[in-house]
């Protein structure tokens, strides 16, 4: 409970009167606080330490993704490549954070082209869902949302869609296949 401390009085003052002050000021309690959440990356945690790579449908386009723990497991950096062949690769990172106050898993992505965005995901079941967001880059925005289905022990499937027209479109699917340790943790 937080109520004031009061070194001195200016004057000399009745019980009563101190009591009414006190009374007035309310109980200055802060509201309870929520339980911390245990593990709040815990949705993540089957990524981490390792590397997944997929095709894109056409097959030329791979994309690898290698996840690890940064800072004492405070966050979850995700490192991953698009390799279109040829030596032309576009990079990207996210990191994961739980923002204690929305009670939230949240993430930042960033990308070598300058594009950004940011958004949530939760755990519904064994899926991933990334509600939907905006992509920036150069001043334009796309809207997009995105769902990560666990498939068994090695192995997630990854659904794209594009908000068109205000209509969802589909975008791209990756069956994402575990290639091997994270080099960075």
């Known amino acids: 409970m937080n109520t004031p401390t009061y070194t001195a009085l200016a004057a000399p003052a009745s019980a009563a009167l101190i009591a009414s002050l006190i009374a007035s000021l309310g109980t200055g309690a802060a509201p309870a606080a929520e339980p911390a959440v245990a593990n ?43 390799d279109r062949g040829g030596g032309q690769q576009d990079r990207g990172e996210s990191i994961y954070l739980w923002d204690t106050a929305a009670r939230q898993l949240q993430y ?53 869609e594009f908000s068109v027209k205000n209509a969802w479109t589909p975008g791209f699917t990756v069956h994402m296949r575990l290639v091997g340790p994270s080099p960075s943790g």
């Not at 945690?45 to 791979?62: K, M, S």
């Not at 991933?128 to 150069?138: A, D, G, K, R, S």
């Not at 498939?151 to 499937?157: I, K, L, M, P, Q």
């Open 40 to 82: 709040p990356h815990q949705p993540l945690a089957f990524l981490v330490g390792h590397c997944w790579r997929g095709a894109f449908p056409e097959g030329q386009v791979t994309d690898k993704h290698c996840f690890s723990w940064i800072y004492d497991g405070r966050f979850v950096r995700d490192l991953h490549v698009v």
């Open 108 to 160: 930042l992505y960033i990308e070598s082209a300058g594009g950004f965005s940011r958004g949530t995901v939760s755990a519904e079941g064994d899926t991933l869902v990334f509600p939907p967001t905006h992509y920036t880059e150069n001043g334009a925005e796309r809207t997009y949302r995105s769902r990560w289905r666990r498939v068994g022990a090695d192995a997630y499937d990854v659904v794209t």
